[in-house]
């Protein structure tokens, strides 16, 4: 049986029936069509379908749609505005700090809420910050530079 889930995502309010067992990364991708949020491990362990939930980052992989109800969730798609591209994704792109880009809408999701708190973060934030983050293209220096470059 289907449950009714209202919630806001990227600023727009969102009323859909879900099935229980449905994760927040499937309904990201398969109910809104957000396909930014990309669904890699489904364990948790890679950080690429990472959002904002009420201000937090968390791997949607391992939350249910059922548990965002009447939360407010980011994603990539949230960030672009009619000027263009968010400040961390520019530096993300001018660093050299996206190769493939599987990892990098979790990663710049992760990286502005950082400097979101820290404006000004030393290195060891932003690893920390980052942590939860996989990626097998860059070596993570491009990824860390780009993030002081903010």
Do not use: W
């Amino acid at each position: 049986m289907k449950n009714l889930i209202k919630l806001t995502v990227n600023d727009r309010e969102v009323e859909i029936a879900v099935e229980p067992n449905m994760t927040l990364a499937d309904f990201i991708r398969y109910e809104l069509g957000l396909t930014g949020t990309k669904k890699g491990c489904e364990t948790g362990d890679c950080g690429a379908c990472t959002v904002i939930m009420d201000g937090i980052p968390v791997n949607s992989c391992l939350v249910l749609a059922v548990q965002a109800n009447g939360r407010k969730i980011e994603t990539i798609e949230g960030l672009e505005t009619e000027e263009g591209l968010h400040p961390v994704q520019e530096a993300f792109v001018e660093s050299g700090a996206i190769q493939c880009g599987f990892c990098s809408p979790g990663m710049i999701l992760s990286a502005k809420h950082l400097l979101d708190k820290h404006p000004n973060p030393e290195e060891g934030q932003i690893r920390a910050a980052i942590s939860g983050n996989l990626c097998r293209c860059t070596g993570y220096q491009k990824i860390i530079e780009a993030i002081k470059r903010v």
